[in-house]
């Protein structure tokens, strides 16, 4: 456990540490904003094209893993918002839907595959976050926008959404370099790598910096709900499927870490911007922040103990 504990420490260190330093008065939402847009636009688009430049992708590319999380990531949005629409009053379920199903795994998850598997987890995790920024925000905009008491969005909205993610740019542009084993001069790689590296602290410091123990406390049962799909049934039952479908070592661990990611920051922004309780969405970022410390070293530690990692 330990051993475990090790590992997911550092990201959750910076995770808190983020909330001392608004508590302090160190940081500020105009900070927070900056550095997020920061990290957005520039710096997490660089690191995820570095991870796909280096990667060795006849291992890293692996087509079975890819479509098994793009099918589960489906199954389980599509669980959560079936489960919405028996218990959850309508003008909350697309907040309630995109809380339990959008982890955030550009940062939480690819930091805790890069520290447990080092630079084939770095690899495997920012192709895979391919499929999670195309899936997740794809998914996110369609119920958002179901329930949007203000507008409707069409589908080639979305596509035009989809398509200019700095994220996606980010993918799409290093595939083709990485397939044809293009290198960077290196100067230019190691400006990119000085970029690649500010993301991960700068974005788990952010995260820390969003989370309001006011919007926890005035959470209700709804984001306990949410909550409670995303960091447990949802995870549970994504990685069963894959260690069924037989998944092993790293590849079942990354799945898992990506299962069990906390709720993304960005959920907050995107339910404010679609007119959705912004309020709920706060409170589900804190609950399953404050969760994945435990669920995630608890999870880790029995496939470890299993010997299936």
């Not at 990201?11 to 001392?20: E, I, S, T």
């Not at 550009?106 to 930091?111: C, D, F, S, T």
């Not at 920012?126 to 925000?137: E, F, Q, T």
């Not at 989370?211 to 995870?235: C, F, H, N, T, Y």
């Amino acid at each position: 456990m330990l051993a475990v504990f090790a590992i997911t420490a550092p990201v959750f260190a910076m995770l808190f540490l983020g909330v001392v330093l608004r508590r302090l008065g160190l940081i500020d939402a105009h900070f927070i904003h900056t550095a997020s847009a920061l990290v957005f636009n520039v710096s997490m688009p660089v690191m995820l094209f570095l991870a796909i430049l280096h990667a060795d992708l006849s291992t890293a590319l692996q087509p079975a893993l890819l479509g098994y999380f793009l099918l589960a990531t489906l199954l389980g949005f599509l669980l959560a918002w079936g489960w919405a629409i028996l218990r959850v009053p309508r003008v909350e379920r697309g907040v309630y839907v995109q809380g339990a199903f959008r982890g955030n795994n550009g940062i939480i998850g690819l930091a805790l595959a890069t520290s447990l598997y080092g630079d084939y987890g770095l690899s495997l995790g920012g192709i895979l976050g391919g499929v999670v920024i195309l899936s997740y925000n794809t998914l996110s905009v369609i119920v958002l926008e179901v329930y949007n008491p203000n507008a409707r969005a069409s589908a080639r909205s979305i596509l035009v959404g989809v398509l200019r993610n700095p994220l996606i740019l980010g993918v799409l542009a290093a595939i083709p370099f990485a397939y044809w084993q293009v290198r960077l001069p290196a100067w230019l790689s190691t400006s990119g790598e000085y970029l690649a590296q500010l993301t991960l602290p700068l974005a788990l410091l952010c995260i820390g910096g969003t989370l309001s123990l006011v919007a926890l406390r005035a959470s209700s049962g709804l984001a306990i709900g949410a909550s409670l799909l995303k960091m447990v049934w949802l995870p549970l039952l994504a990685t069963l499927g894959a260690f069924a479908l037989g998944f092993r070592d790293a590849e079942l661990a990354i799945l898992f870490l990506y299962f069990a990611s906390p709720t993304a920051a960005a959920s907050f922004v995107m339910a404010r911007a679609a007119g959705g309780n912004a309020e709920l969405a706060a409170a589900i970022i804190v609950i399953t922040t404050l969760a994945a410390v435990f669920t995630t070293n608890l999870g880790l530690f029995v496939l470890r103990w299993g010997g299936w990692i």
